[in-house]
């Protein structure tokens, strides 16, 4: 956790800023009185189960979401319908056959697609273009179509084509969702890898805090109404999460994993697969 | 045998009808101004087509060019200009399905609502009209009759303001057609885009109807880009490839409806479908082949499987108590 170290030292710029934020639809409450700020280069992770208005709070930041009370602030700006210094990472949708674009055209969308008329790309973003290419690992498939990508390929080349914009903050809205293993690793790795050398802020919308275990500073968990917001080892605790929704929780540490459990219910269906569990695939475990 | 000559002799007599070239140079001249026409027609269909298939609005050009008929046809009872009637129709269309239609299913509903309207108004209004009946037929099915000085003047300005428009928000329309979410998220105004694009889409279609008749403007703004889009995936070359496409199939139909007197449409159609025809054939060995070389054919049931297990896996973390 280097940069919250360095951050100490060094108070890194504010990249998002939430005061006293709230959402609600008619009577139900989203969340409400949220104070959160994001700085530069630090991975937040927005956890909770689903309904509890992850994505609201990610349409919120996007400007496509009022707030019921409260404010959003990106860049020490109110949040308007998106911006050029947003990189967003959206769930995995493959492409429609016969989108007319290659893999290195996608990427190249997110550096120069705000831009109207024909100008061709300079000599120096077509560099920084095919740089990006290589970086996320997409050189092997740059000229393929995209709608032929397999799932993981695609997401590499979204964050590519985040990335492409030089973003401020990189928003994920659940990325690795239908990735495999291998995918999911590749990818956070990728993300993170590109936080750091950027100093982007992250924020992580996740059902699964697992993949992302070892590259999250701090945890927002939004359920039931409240929410609460710390590193992970604060806030992934039995005592914390059954406060947070008001009946007993358990948090299950296995096989490198973490499971939270709920005291009424058996494990979903996902966390059945839990004896599927190959360990030798995530060599470096949980992060205690 | 008497009978079968005879019928040998009508086919010939409608084949030389269909295909004939007596005093084709002669005629040619009296065409340029249609070939002109059509010539930028092409141009403006081939690069609005590639959208049209991203934005999946093929049913909404179609349904624009039945409010475009709607429109000329009261023109022509009314006796005012032409194009201006059929302007005003697809226009109003095309705003009216941009606004409404957000979502595909939405859209698609509007537009199966609107046509019909249309197209009744366009009949109601033509069986009111005692003019030349040739002039009815042509706004549906299209015209061979030459178009004149200030009907070109008209095609010619509203092609340049659409060739214009497209081309000064080429990329961030591009992006804005193919994600419309990560675009919105990075600051491109969708929805201004998608609006400037219908009004654009509008006045492509009212284009096409002087030129193919309000039945057939897909084989102008569609049919081109498909075949493209069979060829290749790269962004430059598809809109290049459609508006070649386009080009050759309204000069062609030009040039060979010219000695039969017929309507230029079915040829026009028939050059098209053939292009794409040939591009359709093309393009399936060329995928086959591009995914052998490329090694990542999709893996044989048995991996997939495999790899569903893995995934299915460690993933989920929590449960709502």
Same mark, same amino acid.
């Given at each position: ?288 | ?74 023109? $022509? ?115 201004? $885009? ?86 359709? $054939? ?40």
């Amino acid at each position: 956790m280097t940069s919250r170290e360095s951050e100490a030292v060094h108070p890194t710029p504010v990249v998002l800023r939430m005061r006293g934020a709230g959402m609600r639809f008619g009577d139900r409450q989203l969340w409400s009185g949220l104070d959160l700020e994001v700085r530069a280069g630090e991975f937040v992770a927005i956890l909770g189960p689903n309904g509890a208005g992850k994505t609201t709070l990610l349409k919120a930041i996007l400007g496509q979401q009022e707030l019921s009370e409260g404010s959003i602030e990106f860049l020490d700006q109110p949040v308007r319908r998106g911006h050029r210094k947003i990189g967003y990472i959206p769930q995995q949708r493959l492409m429609d056959a016969g989108t007319p674009l290659r893999t290195r055209d996608m990427i190249s969308l997110g550096a120069l697609g705000h831009r109207f008329g024909l100008r061709r790309a300079s000599r120096a973003e077509r560099r920084r273009i095919d740089d990006l290419v290589d970086e996320v690992g997409a050189s092997a498939f740059a000229t393929a179509p995209v709608a032929s990508l397999s799932g993981g390929e695609q997401q590499r080349a979204r964050v590519g084509q985040a990335l492409a914009a030089q973003p401020a903050l990189l928003l994920c809205d659940e990325p690795l969702i239908s990735l495999d293993l291998k995918h999911q690793r590749g990818v956070t790795e990728l993300i993170d890898q590109q936080r750091r050398s950027l100093g982007a802020a992250v924020v992580f919308v996740t059902h699964d805090v697992n993949p992302i275990l070892d590259v999250v500073d701090r945890v927002l968990y939004i359920a039931g109404g409240r929410f609460t917001i710390g590193t992970p080892d604060e806030v992934l605790q039995a005592p914390v999460l059954s406060e947070l929704y008001g009946t007993p929780v358990d948090v299950v540490r296995t096989l490198g994993r973490i499971v939270i459990v709920g005291s009424t219910q058996a494990a979903e269906a996902h966390g059945d697969g839990q004896h599927h569990t190959h360990p030798e695939h995530d060599p470096e475990g949980p992060v205690r | 045998m008497i009978l079968l000559a005879s019928s040998l002799t009508d086919v010939g007599q409608v084949l030389s009808h269909v295909l004939s070239f007596q005093n084709f140079g002669e005629l040619v001249v009296l065409v340029r101004n249609s070939l002109i026409a059509g010539a930028l027609l092409g141009i403006v269909g081939g690069l609005i087509g590639p959208f049209v298939i991203t934005r999946n609005l093929p049913f909404a050009v179609h349904g624009i060019s039945e409010l475009s008929f709607a429109g000329a046809s009261i023109a $022509l009872l009314i006796g005012v200009n032409v194009v201006t009637g059929s302007l005003i129709g697809s226009v109003l269309a095309a705003l009216i399905i941009g606004m409404l239609g957000n979502r595909a299913r939405e859209r698609n509903s509007i537009i199966a609502v609107l046509m019909p309207f249309g197209l009744g108004l366009g009949i109601l209004a033509l069986a009111l009209y005692q003019g030349r009946s040739a002039n009815k037929f042509g706004l549906l099915t299209g015209q061979i009759v030459s178009v004149d000085n200030p009907q070109l003047g008209w095609l010619l300005a509203i092609s340049l303001v659409v060739i214009v428009t497209l081309l000064v928000v080429w990329r961030p329309l591009t992006f804005a057609s193919i994600d419309p979410d990560v675009a919105a998220a990075a600051g491109i105004p969708v929805r201004t $885009l998608s609006i400037v694009f219908m009004l654009a889409l509008g006045l492509s279609v009212a284009v096409s109807v002087q030129i193919v008749g309000a039945l057939l403007v897909l084989s102008l703004l569609v049919t081109p880009a498909a075949a493209a889009l069979r060829l290749t995936v790269n962004p430059v070359v598809v809109p290049l490839l459609s508006m070649l496409f386009a080009v050759v199939s309204v000069v062609g139909g030009i040039l060979l409806a010219l000695g039969g007197g017929l309507p230029i449409s079915p040829y026009v159609t028939t050059i098209s479908f053939a292009i794409w025809l040939v591009c359709r $054939l093309v393009g399936g060995r060329r995928e086959k082949r591009g995914s052998r070389t490329r090694g990542r054919l999709l893996p044989p049931t048995g991996s997939t499987r495999q790899v569903s297990a893995v995934s299915s896996a460690p993933t989920k973390t929590e449960v709502a108590p």
